[in-house]
């Protein structure tokens, strides 16, 4: 087939996105596809290609720091400008398939998946309504905790609208250690650790003042635990791998330093808990409209007592060659160019 790769983009994932675009370029190269790859938000868009079966590409290093999104509103001006008109949407509408390697922002919220829907073009990956649904972090908790999904107690916050601090937030603080984030950001950016209300106050001004401004976080208690994490494949439930952690947070610099963490699939747990994490991310996905044709990877993370928890939905999870996703996959023994292939075939079956 004919197919173009997007990757890179504007979200504070990019870097990781260039990366899983070239990891799946090669993937797809030795499958026996045509493959150009783009970066929409790129100076120059077309990265690489035509690229032919038989030949061998390279790779992109992600850095420890997610890149800095001072950028980010020139990044978002190309991107729109790419997708909506000009050479590199006639590039999109001349090949058989789009392959989505973007990863957070208007690459995953649902943005790009419009407009491509928009210009009829046929992609990867969960439509735009499933995307939306999945990337508000509290909205998807809302939905999945009403499936049945087990979801911390939250509050969300918007610092910069008001002075106080809500008595939700407090409540929780008062209660122990919590957790913020931006309640729809990816790839565990701008996750803390709050111990106190100065230690949140601090951090909430730090977002307020920070390059995006009126940013809406979400506080939710911190859950000492472990950390696990399920894909699911079209209909197929994956492995469950556990991200065995040496930092208090599975934030950026974890998931990208080598040595912060350890991921082990199949997780070493008893049969009946992997079953229920399993049953769970198969319920989460189908909840929040991801049809056998997408994909996602949900991630647990359980309490003191050891009871899992659900923290988010990812629609459009990182697809480098030691992401996560292709770590389940290659416990299901397929090889990595093997799950793009099956990535592939949900979108053109």
């Known amino acids: 087939m004919r197919v173009v790769v997007l990757c890179g983009g504007e979200s504070s994932e990019r870097d990781v996105s260039l990366a899983s675009g070239w990891s799946v370029t090669g993937a797809l190269l030795e499958r026996g596809h045509e493959v150009v790859l783009v970066d929409p938000a790129a100076e120059v868009p077309v990265l690489a290609g035509p690229l032919h079966p038989g030949e061998v590409v390279g790779g992109v290093a992600v850095g420890k720091e997610p890149p800095p999104l ?4 020139q990044l978002r001006r190309r991107m729109h ?5 000009g050479p590199v949407l006639e590039l999109l509408r ?15 919220d649902g ?5 491509l829907e928009m210009a009829g073009v046929r992609f990867t990956g969960a439509g735009s309504a499933a995307c939306a649904a999945a990337w508000h972090k509290g909205r998807a908790q809302a939905v999945l905790g009403a499936a049945g999904v087990p ?9 910069g609208a008001a002075d106080e601090v809500p008595a939700g937030v407090k409540r929780l603080v008062e209660a122990g250690p919590v957790v913020v984030k931006p309640v729809a950001d990816g790839s565990s950016v701008s996750v803390h650790r709050a111990d106190s209300l100065a230690g949140l106050a601090r951090l909430a001004q730090a977002a307020a003042e920070g390059p995006c401004g009126d940013v809406e976080l979400m506080v ?3 859950l000492a635990g472990r950390e696990f994490t399920v894909p699911v494949v079209g209909d197929q439930v994956l492995p469950v791998v556990e991200i065995e952690l040496t930092t208090p947070l599975f934030d950026y610099t974890a ?3 080598s040595g912060a963490v350890s991921e082990v699939c199949p997780a070493p747990v008893p049969d009946a808990f992997a079953y229920r ?6 319920r989460a996905h189908q909840a929040l409209g991801f049809g056998g044709d997408a994909y996602s990877r949900t991630d647990f993370r359980c309490d003191a007592g050891g009871e899992p928890v659900c923290l988010e939905v990812n629609a459009l999870p990182g697809l480098t060659t030691t992401s996560l996703l292709p770590l389940a996959a290659t416990g299901s023994g397929w090889a990595y160019s093997g799950l793009v292939q099956r990535i592939v075939d949900l979108a053109t079956r």
């Open 151 to 159: 979801v911390a107690e939250r509050v969300l916050w918007r610092p």
């Open 111 to 115: 943005h790009v998946q419009a407009l």
């Open 220 to 222: 939710e208690p911190f």
């Open 277 to 282: 994490l399993q049953e769970w991310a198969l």
């Open 70 to 73: 001072a950028e980010r509103h």
């Open 94 to 108: 001349g090949a058989e398939l789009v392959f989505l390697a973007l990863h957070g922002g208007w690459g995953e």
């Open 255 to 257: 998931k990208y330093q």
């Open 81 to 85: 400008a790419a997708l909506t008109g």
